[in-house]
Each structure stands twice: as C-alpha cells, then as structure tokens.
C-alpha cells in the first residue's frame, strides 16, 4: 500500500456520480472516525452544483458538518494518488491503476429523497466506514455517534 509519504497516512477516495450524497457522507464519517489518521477524498463522474440538503441535515444530526463541502469533479490524479478507492454507482467512470484497492459499495441513491430516507443510508455508510477502518488497521477515533 502507498501512503501519504509526508505523514505516512492512507489514502481514501470516495466516488459517486454527483458527490453531492454517499461519497460526501463517507468522506464525512471517514474524517471524523479517522482522527487525521486516513487522507480522505471524495468526486463525482459528473458533480452536482451543491451537496445534497437532506444529506448535510442527516450528517449535522450526527455532529459531522458538511456545510461547507462542495462537489469536484473525479480526475485521474486523484485514483492515482489514492491507496483505497471505493465508488458508489459510478459504473465504469473510474481509472484503474494497478496497486490500489477498488471497492464498490452498493448503496441506495439518497438524490431526491428527504432526511427520513436519508438517515439509513447515513447509517449504512457509516458501518462500512468503520469496517473500512479496521481492514485498514486503524481504530476509530471516539466522540462520534
């Protein structure tokens, strides 16, 4: 595994079609159970103008803000540059490079939906963070619900 060489830190990229729902939420709940100990990412095959709403309100109920996270366009730099790369329904969009981990994770599109079926979701990614973690051998950081 490559790492950060500067802090020897892995690396993690999250995406997703618009980066404005799951991949905004993982990279979310990887920076705050991570404790800085992840280098963590997150783009889009083709980024929505803003996050989600209902996805930033699921996230604030669970003290991780995503108000200020913007939406960026996936580029090849940023899979190469990373140890982890795990999409989220974005098909084929993604470079492969030899040497990094892919994981694709299959989870319901929160685009259109509101806080009430937002929240599994929130849920869901967040136990596949922490099993992201531990196969990453880094022990969740507290304080997070």
């Known amino acids: 595994m ?3 060489t500067a802090t020897n830190r892995p690396s993690v990229l999250f995406v997703c079609v618009h980066n404005a729902g799951r991949s905004q ?3 979310g709940w990887l920076e705050a159970l991570g404790g800085g100990r992840v280098e963590v990412r997150s783009a889009g095959s083709a980024p929505a103008d803003t996050v989600n709403p209902a996805a930033v309100e699921a996230m604030a109920e669970v003290g991780i803000d ?3 996270a913007t939406p960026k366009v996936l580029t090849t730099e940023a899979v190469q ?3 982890v790369v795990i999409t ?5 969009a993604c470079p ?3 040497g990094t981990r892919y994981e694709d994770w299959v989870l319901e599109d929160p685009a259109g939906k509101g806080v009430d079926s937002v929240r599994p979701i929130r849920d869901e990614i967040r136990a596949r963070v922490l099993a992201l973690l531990d196969s990453l051998g880094i022990e969740p950081a507290g304080g997070t619900r």
Do not use: E, N
């Open 2 to 4: 490559t790492t950060d």
């Open 25 to 27: 939420m993982a990279a």
């Open 66 to 68: 995503l108000a200020a």
């Open 81 to 83: 540059a990373s140890d």
């Open 88 to 92: 989220m329904g974005c098909g084929d």
């Open 96 to 98: 492969i490079f030899p």
